[in-house]
T-cell receptor
Framework: GENVEQHPSTLSVQEGDSAVIKCTYS??????FPWYKQELGKRPQLIID?????GEKKDQRIAVTLNKTAKHFSLHITETQPEDSAVYFC????????????FGTGTRLQVFP | DTEVTQTPKHLVMGMTNKKSLKCEQH?????MYWYKQKAKKPPELMFV???????INESVPSRFSPECPNSSLLNLHLHALQPEDSALYLC???????????????FGPGTRLLVL
């Protein structure tokens, strides 16, 4: 069935370092890939998304890359700050199904000062 | 108004109780979603409403009953829940819904439900 694998499950970095989270999706027809950040006790918040007609998208310290051939997409956070600490979820749209997203299992990012 | 709101924030109920969760958005979105999220897990889709009609039911037990009275409101009626139903219930909305449209979903803050 459709699924999204996400790695790593936990990631610890020093403030100022970069962090990379990787996801792999199964259905080559998926065309929309959002990333959500969820702080403890809070709602998931969209931080960046990418569509299949684009290979890379950047927003300040955050970037997402998409490799359609390999069915991989990655989140890159540069110059990490303690407030980046949260759980990050990737997701992929499910083709042939009304706006359904399949979420990855999440990555807990800890940024140490 | 650019947010999805949910009430109540917290709810404790017994297994024989009937309660309702409420979700509201005033962004003109025509698709609304209910998700269930257990601790340390991703959101799990329960229902999708598209243009006030139920378009997806992810084989959710009948003790959960969704309702979409109008394009801005979404309710989830709860009856005879089990302790394992304790979770964070998230509502989300998107501008439109359709096959592989890929519209951004915006989440509400959730209702933290505890079933005793």
């Amino acid at each position: 069935g459709e699924n999204v694998e996400q790695h790593p499950s936990t990631l610890s970095v020093q403030e100022g370092d970069s962090a990379v989270i990787k996801c792999t999706y199964s259905d080559s027809a998926s065309n929309y890939f959002p990333w959500y950040k969820q702080e403890l006790g809070k709602r998931p918040q969209l931080i960046i998304d990418i569509r299949s007609n684009v290979g890379e998208k950047k927003d300040q310290r955050i970037a997402v890359t998409l490799n359609k051939t390999a069915k991989h997409f990655s989140l890159h956070i540069t110059e990490t700050q303690p407030e980046d600490s949260a759980v990050y979820f990737c997701a992929a749209s499910i083709p042939r199904n009304t706006d359904k997203l399949i979420f990855g299992t999440g990555t807990r990012l800890q940024v140490f000062p | 108004d650019t947010e999805v709101t949910q009430t109540p924030k917290h709810l404790v109920m017994g297994m024989t109780n009937k309660k309702s969760l409420k979700c509201e958005q005033h962004m003109g979105h025509r698709a609304m979603y209910w998700y269930k999220q257990k601790a340390k897990k991703p959101p799990e889709l329960m229902f999708v409403y598209s243009y006030e009609k139920l378009s997806i039911n992810e084989s959710v037990p009948s003790r959960f009953s969704p309702e979409c009275p109008n394009s801005s409101l979404l309710n989830l009626h709860l009856h005879a829940l089990q302790p394992e139903d304790s979770a964070l219930y998230l509502c989300a909305s998107s501008l439109i819904a359709g096959v592989n449209v890929g519209e951004t979903q915006y989440f509400g803050p959730g209702t933290r439900l505890l079933v005793l």
